[in-house]
């Protein structure tokens, strides 16, 4: 009689316990996984490029030991420095756009091709001949020494950005449903000859 009600519980007992058990093994993966985090929303490119900006500004007056007056004279022309580069390169993008459109077309006229490439190259020298200037301009307010630092600070800078941007991106994972940037045109000159 005993062996029967024991057999009885058992029975009772032993489909509890086997559900029991399938939860746990189920929900044990899910307990010991790390928490995800909501995804991060992108950041405005603007937002990095200013980021970046503020930070060299802040590298530079420290690299170079710069006065405050030295500090008044130079940080409002590499401030004029960065937004020249930044409409130069809207300008520039539109201009490209509008020869590529041509390029597309058909029938277009040789004379609105030479004008196409007049305006990219005009827009070009004007923005070299305001980058000499500008920097001519910091140069008046630095020492001989500080120059000097000044050429070799620039490049190291965007070396060391570089290196840590491109580390972050190999420690980030993949985000397969965020849509990649378009390539952008490359650059005409090396970004290791440019002061600012």
């Known amino acids: 009689m005993r062996s029967a009600i024991l057999n009885?519980?058992?029975?009772r007992i032993r489909p509890a316990w086997l559900g029991a058990l399938l939860l746990m093994t189920m929900t044990a993966?899910?307990?010991?996984?790390?928490?995800?985090r909501p995804p991060r929303p992108p950041q405005d490119?603007?937002?990095?490029?200013?980021?970046?900006?503020?930070l060299m500004i802040v590298s530079m007056k420290k690299a170079l030991s710069l006065t405050r007056d030295q500090e008044m004279a130079v940080i409002p022309r590499i401030q004029q420095v960065f937004e020249e580069r930044e409409q130069y390169a809207r300008q520039r993008q539109d201009a490209?756009?509008?020869?590529q459109a041509k390029l597309m077309g058909e029938s277009i006229p040789e004379r609105e091709y030479r004008e196409a490439v007049m305006h990219l190259d005009n827009l070009e020298l004007a923005h070299r001949e305001l980058e000499i200037r500008l920097r001519e301009e910091v140069d008046q307010s630095?020492?001989?020494?500080?120059?000097?630092?000044?050429?070799?600070?620039?490049?190291r800078f965007h070396r060391q950005m570089q290196m840590r941007i491109d580390e972050a991106r190999r420690l980030q994972p993949r985000q397969m449903d965020r849509p990649r940037p378009a390539p952008q045109a490359e650059r005409d000159w090396d970004r290791d000859d440019e002061e600012f």
């Open 45 to 54: 490119e603007g937002d990095v490029r200013e980021t970046l900006q503020v």
């Open 96 to 99: 490209l756009e509008m020869l």
């Open 29 to 36: 993966p899910l307990l010991s996984a790390p928490a995800r």
């Open 8 to 11: 009885g519980r058992a029975r």
């Open 142 to 155: 630095l020492n001989p020494r500080q120059r000097a630092q000044m050429r070799v600070f620039v490049p």
